[in-house]
Antibody
């Protein structure tokens, strides 16, 4: 079955960068889309952006341009998200989710378990 | 950006009760509306996609409806395992945006 396994919790200092991973299995990664999301605990969810593993093409929420960079490694079926110049406002749980085809539609039908990022000195 | 407003923010209901959650978009989203259930400490789980399509494995007590700017998630008979926060998501245009959520608890 489709599985998305995210990397573990991160504690990072302000100004630093962090790279989160999302390792997939159970489907053809190289022709799929992956979306990333941010959720501050107790709050709603924000869409960060999406990447197509076939050619690395990306689309970002304007709010996260310059903050997040999405990449993929098709040889390991893994998606990555780099977060740069971290501040306390970046402390959140980050989710990856497959944007896959269900019947005639594309939806986020499988999610990673989430990765907590805490930015603190 | 399209603003999504969910109501109520908090709902307390009894087991077996019919529950209706609402989601209103700031503009027409052409039925590109999904519903997610999120339990504490877990990832969101897709319930309904494109307004009224029940995702695989989701109990039939969940249903969705709506059009234009107004959408509804209905639980026909509330079960204890339905305690969670429910989010709507519009995918009509980028950036995709979520509602603020409805927290559903048992009375």
């Amino acid at each position: 079955q489709v599985k998305l396994q995210q990397s573990g919790a991160e504690l990072v200092k302000p100004g630093a960068s962090v790279k989160l991973s999302c390792k997939t299995s159970g489907y053809t990664f190289s022709t799929s889309y992956m979306s990333w999301f941010k959720q501050i605990p107790g709050q709603s969810i924000e869409w960060i952006g999406m990447i197509y593993a076939g050619d690395g093409g990306t689309g970002y929420n304007q709010k996260f341009k310059g903050k997040a960079t999405l990449t993929v490694d098709t040889s390991s079926s893994t998606a990555y998200m780099d977060l740069s110049s971290l501040t306390t406002e970046d402390s959140a749980v980050y989710f990856c989710a497959r944007f896959g085809q269900v019947q005639l539609f594309y939806v986020m039908d499988a999610w990673g378990q989430g990765a907590s990022v805490t930015v603190s000195s | 950006d399209i603003q999504m407003t969910q109501s109520p923010s908090f709902l307390s209901a009894s087991v077996g009760e019919r529950v209706t959650l609402s989601c209103k978009a700031s503009q027409n989203i052409n039925k590109y509306l999904d519903w997610y259930q999120q339990k504490l400490g877990e990832a969101p789980k897709l319930l309904i996609y494109n307004t009224n399509n029940l995702h695989t494995g989701i109990p039939s007590r969940f249903s969705g409806s709506g059009s234009g700017t107004d959408y509804t998630l209905t639980i026909s008979s509330l079960q204890p395992e339905d305690v969670a926060t429910y989010f709507c998501l519009q995918r009509n245009s980028w950036p995709w945006t979520f509602g603020g959520g409805t927290k559903l608890e048992l009375k």
